[in-house]
């Protein structure tokens, strides 16, 4: 089997008055990542590491973010058009695994909500999708809540 690994990270910066949008899932809260799309970092670092595994250009490069077209659009469906880049060149997913890294808000009670909005998106079993959160103990800018990233790595094989 022709097994291929990709990495993915992204951030942004958290700032009032635009949602908190992270797998797909929304927050209830006063702030939120800013950005062109909807900015789920950790949905685009999801797509970069599929696309890495692919040896494929990262989402930039197939959703520009001078196109109006992907104003506050839901990364969801750029996550779908990423697996369909994927399928037309005869990759298949095999998992994807995921780490936030976000002083706040807490993410484990929303993780299962997530998975599920990743699964559909992907067409994965909720089984090969792993996802975590962790603080960055207050260090550095992502330890004072001004931006939250997310890496991912994923695995494809070619059929
Ligand atoms: N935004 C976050 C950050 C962390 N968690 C959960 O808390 C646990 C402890 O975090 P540490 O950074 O102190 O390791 C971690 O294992 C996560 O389960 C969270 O839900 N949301
Ligand atoms: C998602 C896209 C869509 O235009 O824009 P942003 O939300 O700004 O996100 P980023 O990770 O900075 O760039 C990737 C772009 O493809």
Known sequence: MNFRIGHGYD?????????????GVRFDTDYGLDGHSDADCLTHAICDALLGAAGLPDIGHFF???????????????LTRVCGELSRRGFAISNLDATVVA??????????EM??????STHLPVANIGLK???????????????????????????
């Open 103 to 112: 002083e706040k808000p807490k993410i484990y009670p929303r993780l299962d």
């Open 115 to 120: 998975k599920a909005a990743l699964a559909k």
């Open 64 to 78: 520009p973010n001078t196109d109006p077209a992907y104003k506050n659009i839901d990364s969801q469906v750029l």
């Open 133 to 159: 959160a962790t603080t960055n103990e207050g260090v550095g800018d992502l330890g004072r809540a001004l931006a939250i990233a997310a890496h991912a790595v994923a695995l494809i094989v070619k059929a």
């Open 11 to 23: 951030i942004h910066r958290l700032v009032s008055g635009r949602p908190l949008v992270l797998g």
